[in-house]
Nanobody, 125 residues
Framework: VQLQASGGGLVQAGGSLKLSCAAS????????MGWFRQAPGKEREFVAA????????YYADSVKGRFTISRDNPKSSTYLQMNSLKPEDTAVYYC???????????????????WGQGTQVTVSS
């Protein structure tokens, strides 16, 4: 599966952005989808994930209550709605796909086999 992330940009603190990730290929619903981010000089970190059916979602503590992950299986897309953005949210955001039938936590990047190219999110103070 190929992934294409979009929607990043420059926003002031307190603002909102919505990231999109379009997937190619069939059986999109067989993949759990995740969003990760990497700030300069830091390791890539988990942000949010959603199961293939969309029934379950997972969030990093740092974004709970501010970010919402969702997916539209007929459109083979997943989204990350980001509200109340903070300067510390500045990073390159990546979407990733995890084969759901395989075991492994949604929280770890190593469990995701497919990655998009990243989209820059910059939050100014």
């Amino acid at each position: 599966v190929q992934l294409q992330a979009s929607g990043g940009g420059l926003v002031q603190a307190g603002g909102s952005l919505k990231l999109s990730c379009a997937a190619s290929g069939r059986t999109f619903s067989s993949y759990g989808m995740g969003w990760f981010r990497q700030a300069p000089g830091k390791e890539r970190e988990f942000v949010a994930a959603v199961t293939g059916s969309g029934a379950s979602t997972y969030y990093a503590d740092s974004v709970k209550g501010r970010f919402t992950i969702s997916r539209d299986n007929p459109k083979s897309s997943t989204y990350l709605q980001m509200n109340s953005l903070k300067p510390e949210d500045t990073a390159v955001y990546y979407c990733a796909a995890k084969t759901e039938r395989l075991s492994g936590s949604y929280f770890y990047a190593a469990n995701y086999a497919y990655w998009g190219q990243g989209t820059q999110v910059t939050v100014s103070s």
